[in-house]
């Protein structure tokens, strides 16, 4: 079937069965019955209590409820209702975020006009945007959002602003005349308007050719309601896994000692109370609460950073990320247009500066000229500033244009270039403006002259300028232009277009004061035209970018421009950039569609830019990354790019020009629309896995001395070391509270000297369990022997107290040295964690003082111990440190 582009106005009023009068009023009505409304079909509707039950189906969730009962039927109501409360507060964040991520559809409603303005029956007249139908007839002005996929039937300077759709940076000239390739990208397709898009200057009316599911934004409502997607992250699915082994792990250990108890002739009773001692010192009760907290504590560090993390998993994530993919306008570049150089009598200029601020100044041959404001620049100067209708506005210290953001780039430099937009206005006011027309691909403005007279000004694309142009501006004065001098000014432009620059000609013309209205027209005035010179102009890269990028490639992260944007200037970009090598090209949205799933997934490991993509063509493209192992960040602002977001690894949105529908469809969203930002979320990203990390491992490490302690013990046939107290005291207390600090430690500054982790490495692996292990060792070893020292001459309590004073002094020491897996504790600087070393301190404190307090003794079941006792306790308990750091070197000498 010929695309609507390539059918003339007259076939597509016959396909539609209308006219440039529009439907009759019966005939809209009974086309709306049939359709329907032209709404984007939503979502079915979200049934709460459903996201409430999922909140639950995690293993590490039902861990902690298995402690709550423990700690319940130990009598340790406290212990209990807190870890009550820390699963219901895990579950209402879930089911607030998932609640919210539910609305990315309806997010799309608020892109359609309420309102349009049809012709019916030859009458205009408005209607609510629903009510639109196909073969109705659009009136669109500026400002007008579109209610429609539309084929225009006649236009007047009619721009529209598509980048939320396309991603394209700049308004799109608008025209009706057919177009002849039948594969033109939809960022090209000018005869079209789309619903979503808005009018950003001139007039047009335009025949409707698609409503509600059948429009573009419809096609994309189609990709986001795709379901359902796995998007667990690593995190999530190795605790999950972790949560399910340490539950069979515990339950072996506990029946196999308890079927050993009973052979032994155990009572039941005491059997029971220490199995159930068994089962706390076997669940690692502040794992959860410390992942949560790591997380939780990650995203405010994030925020301070500019990203704002709307699920709390997805922070662990980005520490994940092998490759990003980026779109370029206003996330690697400022978003901006900005002059970049001038070319007037056969000189370039240099502009200095960025965006739309007019600090800056125009140099010469890369020096400053000793007198930047020459003749030749206020001419130009001139024809920048005369031949513009936007504005330049300043607040908080920020400048934005009001206006067309071409136009803004070109007040901008020629305030630079000397001119003065006042003076001029006032010397030379504006007598009359032809728009720019995407026909004509010029606009110009008539100005009086002191005299009476008038001086044409005219702006536009230079090869069709200088077809009009029969003399050219200089230094020495106006020389006839000869095809040698369009030659020379056309290789110009190519130098100037190699360079990424969108170029822009300038001309003007002197007219007598007795011009005849009728000569004042566009064929009139726009012929025997002085060229003057060129504007060089570019959406420019972040100064801080380039070292963002170079941040990536030394971690290990592939960066992917993909964009709406044409390929020479992308390619362009990111050859600037550093994300492609002069002897990478650009694949255009053209090649994408005509390769097979497994040739797109055979070629992403080596294409650096995809350029003049749509919606469709960026999800295949995060599909094809994902089948390749890789784990992906998508980033970008547009509606576009939302459906690519969604089924990313992790979707990241602009927070300034990113729209609500992919806010809503993003898991994390950069409030200064800065890839720089997202790097340093990926630092934060690895930084908080490390520290889930080592964390665990203190947790597990003296989870597993705990149990080594009392299963010797049992095996033997000594007496309980610990009882269910001590060892609620220990999980929840003693080593809760340092694993908190370790949760929120510094980040190692090495963590993004080394490449991203595999993304089917197990968090559990060998090195893991070998440092754990050793740790569990080492704590159960030399507690068990103070205790069976102690219990030679003491008492049982009072041996089980001297057990239970070393237990905590080790694992309290060994948190110091848990800071780094590699790294031994003197490379570690002491107090860069002070919190660590405030509440260790505290708790040492705290674990003397309940051998000496009456209150605490009897709450904890200890015995006194005097001080010259504690202190060879505490050098006993510093063994397992000094080993475990010895062992660090040797392992890093290797």
């Not at 529009?22 to 009974?30: Q, T």
């Not at 800056?360 to 100067?381: M, N, V, Y």
């Not at 720089?676 to 934060?684: F, G, N």
């Not at 070893?781 to 069976?788: A, I, R, S």
Request: aromatic share 4%; glycine share 8%.
């Amino acid at each position: 079937m010929t695309p609507w582009h390539q059918k003339s106005v007259k076939t597509i009023l016959a396909q539609v069965r209308s006219s440039v009068a529009g439907l009759s009023k019966k005939e809209a009505a009974k086309r709306l019955l049939a359709d329907g409304p032209n709404a984007l079909k939503e979502l079915p509707p979200v049934r709460p209590w459903q996201l409430l039950v999922g909140q639950f189906k995690n293993v590490i969730i039902w861990i902690l409820i298995a402690a709550s009962v423990i700690s319940g039927a130990l009598g340790e109501l406290v212990d209990a209702i807190t870890i009550l409360l820390i699963v219901l507060l895990n579950a209402a964040i879930g089911f607030y975020q998932e609640l919210s991520a539910a609305q990315s559809i309806a997010a799309l409603l608020k892109l359609t006009a309420p309102q349009a303005r049809v012709r019916r029956e030859g009458h205009v007249t408005e209607v609510p945007a629903t009510e639109i139908v196909v073969g109705d007839v659009l009136l669109l002005e500026a400002g007008d959002l579109v209610a429609a996929d539309a084929r225009l039937l006649k236009t007047a300077s009619l721009k529209v602003i598509e980048s939320a759709l396309t991603g394209e940076s700049v308004a799109v000239p608008k025209q009706p005349e057919i177009l002849q390739q039948e594969d033109v990208p939809l960022a090209e397709r000018e005869n079209i308007v789309f619903q979503g898009t808005s009018v950003a200057a001139g007039t047009g009316q335009a025949v409707v050719v698609a409503t509600e599911m059948q429009t573009e934004l419809g096609h994309i409502a189609e990709l986001l309601e795709e379901t359902e997607i796995n998007k667990d992250t690593p995190l999530q699915q190795k605790l999950d896994a972790f949560g399910r082994i340490l539950i069979w792990a515990a339950l072996g250990i506990v029946a196999l000692l308890f079927v050993l108890g009973l052979l032994r002739g155990t009572k039941i009773l005491e059997l029971t109370l220490t199995s159930v001692s068994l089962a706390v010192a076997a669940v690692p009760e502040g794992l959860p609460t410390v992942v949560t907290v790591a997380l939780s504590l990650g995203v405010l560090r994030m925020s301070r950073r500019n990203a704002l993390v709307r699920k709390l998993a997805a922070v662990e994530t980005l520490g994940s990320v092998s490759v990003i993919c980026t779109d370029k306008t206003g996330t690697l570049t400022r978003g901006e247009m900005t002059v970049r150089e001038l070319f007037v009598a056969g000189q370039r200029y240099e502009v200095t500066g960025g965006g739309y601020s007019p600090e800056g100044e125009i140099q010469l041959a890369g020096k400053r000229a000793q007198d930047s404001h020459t003749a030749p620049l206020l001419t130009l100067a001139t024809n920048l500033l005369g031949c513009n209708s936007a504005h330049l506005s300043e607040e908080a210290g920020l400048w934005k244009t009001i206006g067309d953001p071409t136009e803004g780039a070109l007040l901008v430099a020629g305030t630079k270039a000397g001119g003065n937009r006042e003076a001029l206005e006032k010397e030379q006011p504006k007598y009359r403006e032809l728009p720019f027309d995407a026909n004509r691909k010029r606009s110009a403005v008539i100005r009086t002259q002191a005299d009476g007279s008038f001086r044409a000004l005219v702006n536009g694309a230079p090869g069709q300028l200088l077809q009009r142009c029969t003399q050219l501006y200089t230094a020495t004065g106006i020389v006839p232009l000869n095809d040698d001098m369009r030659d020379s000014l056309l290789e110009q432009v190519a130098v100037m277009a190699q360079a990424a620059l969108r170029v822009l000609g300038s001309a003007y013309r002197d007219l007598a004061s007795d011009t005849p209205e009728s000569q004042l027209t566009p064929d009139g005035i726009e012929r025997e035209l002085v060229f003057v010179g060129l504007t060089g102009m570019v959406d420019p890269p972040r100064p801080e970018a380039k070292d963002a990028i170079a941040r990536c490639h030394a971690a290990g992260i592939r960066v992917v421009m993909i964009t709406g944007d044409n390929a020479h200037t992308a390619n362009a970009i990111a050859q600037e950039l550093g994300i492609a090598t002069k002897s990478t090209a650009a694949l255009t949205g053209t090649e994408l569609d005509a390769l097979t799933e497994e040739q797109l997934q055979q070629r992403t490991p080596t294409i650096a830019v995809y350029a003049r993509v749509t919606a469709a063509h960026k999800l295949r493209i995060i599909h094809a990354l994902r089948a390749s192992g890789a784990i992906v960040a998508m980033t970008g602002d547009g509606v576009n790019d939302a459906p690519a977001i969604k089924h990313a690894d992790i979707g990241i949105a602009m927070g300034k020009t990113g729209t609500e529908v992919t806010k809503q469809a993003a898991d994390m969203i950069i409030t200064d629309d800065n890839f720089a930002t997202i790097v340093a979320a990926v630092e934060e990203g690895r930084g908080i896995y490390d520290n889930i990390r080592k964390t665990l491992e203190y947790l597990l490490a003296g989870n597993a001395g705990e149990l080594l302690l009392m299963t010797a013990c049992v095996i033997v046939g000594l007496p309980s070391p610990l009882l269910p107290i001590h060892l609620l005291w220990i999980n929840l207390v003693t080593d809760g509270l340092p694993a908190l600090c370790l949760a929120i430690d510094p980040i190692d500054s090495d963590v993004m000297k080394r490449p991203p982790r595999h993304p089917f490495e197990k968090i559990i692996d060998r090195s893991f369990l070998r440092t754990m292990l050793l740790n569990g060792f080492l704590t159960a070893g030399v507690t068990f022997t103070e205790y069976l020292y102690i219990l030679r001459t003491e008492t049982p309590e009072v041996a089980r107290t001297h057990a239970f004073t070393v237990l905590v002094f080790a694992e309290l020491l060994r948190s110091f040295g848990a800071r780094r897996e590699s790294k031994p504790l003197w490379e570690i600087p002491f107090f860069s964690n002070r919190n660590l070393v405030l509440v260790v301190t505290l708790s040492l404190g705290l674990q003397l003082w309940s051998q000496h307090n009456d209150f605490l003794s009897r709450f904890l079941k200890t015995e006194s111990v005097s001080f010259l006792d504690s202190f060879f306790l505490l050098l006993i308990a510093t063994i397992p440190l000094v080993i475990l750091e010895v062992v660090k070197v040797i392992r890093s000498a290797k």
